[in-house]
């Protein structure tokens, strides 16, 4: 590829604790030895170093609870500086964000217009193993949902990635990261990179 020329855009999207940037990490590892090579981007870091400097707030898990004028802005100003990268991008988002006030778009058109990505992917498990995940993450401050719960916000992160597929044409791809399966997982996100 020229230096500079956009690459592939591939986002990964998936609700908390799903074990998403476990599995594209160890793919990104696989691909490598391989000599495939992509740059990987965490959406919520770009955001949160934002919103750390102008002292909104202290920790990651506190921008889901922003106003929501406030979590589009930190949106818009992520997006722009992630769509300037050259070369295979990795997108480590979200399809929406549980907000106290509602489900928040990850990727409203906005967003969508600066990444235009070739491929979505929803990393998805049973909801009891992401419960169990989360409760046995100590690094974050993750809010206190139910199974049901969980299960609801993997259904509308397939319904408006459709959405998403419908304004820019890519396609979406949904992986499976059951545990004990961490490798298989693994396998079929290394094959959509490739
Ligand atoms: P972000 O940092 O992306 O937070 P997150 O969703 O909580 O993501 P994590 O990286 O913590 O979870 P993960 O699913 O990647 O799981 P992990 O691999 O760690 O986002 C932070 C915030 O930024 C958001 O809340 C939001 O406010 C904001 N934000 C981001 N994007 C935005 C957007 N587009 N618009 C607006 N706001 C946005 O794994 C979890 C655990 O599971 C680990 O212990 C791991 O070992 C284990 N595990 C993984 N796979 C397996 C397996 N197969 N079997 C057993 N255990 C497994």
Redesign the pocket.
Known sequence: MVAGEKGRRVI??????????????EALQKIKQEGTSYESM????F??EVAQKEGTVAD???????DRGE??R??QL??KEIAKRPGNVII????S?R?PKGF?????EW?LAELMPDTVVL?E?DED??LL??L??E??A?DTEGARSISEHQQFNRSIAAAYAMVTGCTVKIIT??????ER?VAEMAELLR
């Open positions: 990964i999207t998936g609700v908390p604790g799903v074990g998403k940037t476990t599995v594209v990490n965490n959406f919520g870091t955001m949160f990651r898990d506190e921008m889901r609870k922003l979590q589009k930190l949106q992520a997006a480590d988002t979200h399809a964000i907000t928040l778009p990850g990727l409203p967003v990393v498990t193993q992401i995940r989360r046995g993450d690094t974050r993750r990261n059951p545990d004990f399966l961490l997982a």
